[in-house]
T-cell receptor
Framework: GAGVSQSPSNKVTEKGKDVELRCDPI?????LYWYRQSLGQGLEFLIY????????KSGLPSDRFSAERTGGSVSTLTIQRTQQEDSAVYLC??????????????FGPGTRLTVL | TQLLEQSPQFLSIQEGENLTVYCNSS?????LQWYRQEPGEGPVLLVT?????EVKKLKRLTFQFGDARKDSSLHITAAQPGDTGLYLC???????????FGTGTSLTVIP
């Protein structure tokens, strides 16, 4: 069965360029999360989508970061004018429903972003 | 600001030894999860604990949720090289929708 997929797996970009990271959640999962993980560290929450509700953007570190989720499925995280401190692994997770507090988050393999 | 602090940050032990990882916070969580992450992969859920004082066992792993639902521990008995990885705790906010991850514990089990 298909899990959460992310693309690209690796992205190297120059400072100041824009990047787009893609997440394909598990089919039928209504909740989608983006996290950022610095080398060997814990995960930092970025944004949360639930169905057609307004996303929870409280974790986005600056207005250079934005995300969309089209048709309740695929999501794109965009970072404009990238900075070196944006270098990290960006992880996407999907979850069947927000109502079950024990529902599992299924993570994708992540996109490793390197800003030179 | 990290809501959940894990200790130790790094742990290197011999195969067969026991170990405990701690996850502490001053905040109350509706549930707490433990994940294991291997290099190049996303975290994989090991367990979810919901009730204060709850203890769950998964083979050689024992998870406990603190009575006040602010902290948790993971105990591994007779560690194996296959247990090597980054262990992460994550607390769910009171709505159950947002998750706050700990700082991580990197475990290496030496054969």
């Amino acid at each position: 069965g298909a899990g959460v997929s992310q693309s690209p797996s690796n992205k190297v970009t120059e400072k100041g360029k824009d990047v787009e990271l893609r997440c394909d959640p598990i089919s039928g999962h209504t909740a989608l999360y983006w996290y950022r993980q610095s080398l060997g560290q814990g995960l930092e929450f970025l944004i949360y989508f639930q169905g057609n509700s307004a996303p929870d953007k409280s974790g986005l570190p600056s207005d250079r970061f934005s995300a969309e989720r089209t048709g309740g499925s695929v999501s794109t995280l965009t970072i404009q004018r990238t900075q070196q401190e944006d270098s990290a692994v960006y992880l996407c997770a999907s979850r069947l429903s927000p109502r079950g507090i024990t529902d599992t988050q299924y993570f994708g393999p992540g996109t490793r972003l390197t800003v030179l | 600001t990290q809501l959940l602090e894990q200790s130790p940050q790094f742990l290197s032990i011999q195969e067969g030894e026991n170990l405990t990882v701690y996850c502490n916070s001053s905040s109350v969580f509706s549930s707490l999860q433990w994940y294991r992450q291997e290099p190049g992969e996303g975290p994989v859920l090991l367990v979810t604990v919901v009730t204060g004082g709850e203890v769950k066992k998964l083979k050689r792993l024992t998870f406990q949720f603190g009575d006040a639902r602010k902290d948790s521990s993971l105990h591994i008995t007779a560690a194996q090289p296959g247990d090597t990885g980054l262990y992460l705790c994550a607390g769910a906010g009171l709505t159950g929708n947002q998750f706050y991850f700990g700082t991580g514990t990197s475990l290496t089990v030496i054969p």
